[in-house]
């Protein structure tokens, strides 16, 4: 069965400096690999999507990377800015399954 | 594209009331989820449909049914509804990527 970890659970950083968030899993059968973010009582916004076959996706100021012999996506924030503070979510697709991380909860100080 | 769309956005509901929360995608996914999510707790899903005619329980089914009608639709059902099932509900869709809804709102008192 796929475990997704992801740590830390929380995090605050200030205003300005590069950060990465870790995820974990088991199983490397998968088809891919999204990264999201959710603002309080708010819904999912994708942020990047991974295939099985990439080892990054890079969108602005974020990167993802995707190392499947390790079990390890890593999710780059460059120059954080108060407005990233959010809880981030990975998400891995296999078949028939998909598995949640926890999330990590990142602040952002002005 | 308006992509995954839940109503209503926020219910509230005394124990023992029924409701059915309704959600649609138009981006023609066979495959299509309801989640739970509960503060410490994460996303848990409670039933997901590969395609149009077919549904199967996830982790936490108890007291709900789900009704996948065509292709398009597919509702979440609170035939009585305990106070354990105030969450905040997503309803996502799944070809290659996952979307996902705005969520609903449910408090039962």
């Known amino acids: 069965k796929q475990e997704v970890t992801q740590i830390p659970a929380a995090l605050s950083v200030p205003e300005g400096e590069n950060l990465v968030l870790n995820c974990s899993f088991t199983?490397?059968?998968?088809?891919?690999l999204q990264w999201f973010r959710q603002d309080p009582g708010k819904g999912l916004t994708s942020l990047l999507l991974?295939?099985?076959?990439?080892r990054e996706q890079t969108s602005g100021r974020l990167n993802a990377s995707l190392d499947k012999s390790s079990g390890r996506s890593t999710l780059y924030i460059a120059a954080s800015q108060p407005g990233d503070s959010a809880t981030y979510l990975c998400?891995?697709?296999?078949?028939?399954?998909?598995?949640f991380g926890s999330g990590t909860q990142l602040t952002v100080l002005p | 594209n308006a992509g995954v769309t839940q109503t209503p956005k926020f219910q509230v509901l005394k124990t023992g009331q029924s409701m059915t929360l309704q959600c649609a995608q138009d981006?023609?996914?066979?495959?299509m989820y309801w989640y739970r999510q509960d503060p410490g707790m994460g996303l848990r899903l409670i039933y997901y449909?590969?395609?149009?005619?077919?549904?199967d329980k996830g982790e936490v089914p108890n007291g709900y049914n789900v009704s996948r009608l065509n292709k398009r639709e597919f509702s979440l059902r609170l035939e009585s509804a305990a106070p354990s099932q105030t969450s905040v509900y997503f309803c996502?869709?799944?070809?290659?990527?996952?979307?996902f809804g705005p969520g609903t709102r449910l408090t039962v008192l």
């Open positions: 199983d490397s059968a998968i088809y891919n």
């Open positions: 449909s590969a395609s149009e005619g077919t549904t």
């Open positions: 996502a869709s799944f070809a290659g990527e996952q979307f």
């Open positions: 998400i891995l697709s296999s078949a028939r399954q998909l598995t």
């Open positions: 981006m023609n996914h066979n495959s």
């Open positions: 991974i295939q099985s076959s990439q």
